[in-house]
């Protein structure tokens, strides 16, 4: 079975579905708007769109015969939670990494500028 969390993290694995988010993060979207900002088929934009929905990261609202979609930013809250040690942990590494390459530099003997 498919949790949650892995359905967010293969969804946003594709360049097209992030840049899909990227549009819903702005404002709510007609269907076919949506599909008119993308040089593939609209076929192909509903398929994206159906594992944004699955994965709970985008939201339908019918208004007749017309779709509007949104982004429900709650599952990518999820992730940033997970992700908070991580950045921290990295962070650190990060810091260190400069530290010995700032220390290298200055330990590097310079050139007679003159």
Known sequence: MVTQSSAVFDAIAD???????E???AREWAA???ADRF???RPAISRHVRVLRRAG???ERKEARHRFY???RAPLARVDQWLAPHRVHWAVRLHDLRRAVEDAVDATPQADGG
């Open 15 to 21: 360049p097209t579905r992030r840049a899909i988010i």
């Open 70 to 72: 949104s982004l429900d």
């Open 57 to 59: 990261l985008v939201r």
């Open 23 to 25: 549009l819903l993060a």
């Open 39 to 41: 040089p593939v088929s």
């Open 32 to 34: 076919g708007d949506l």
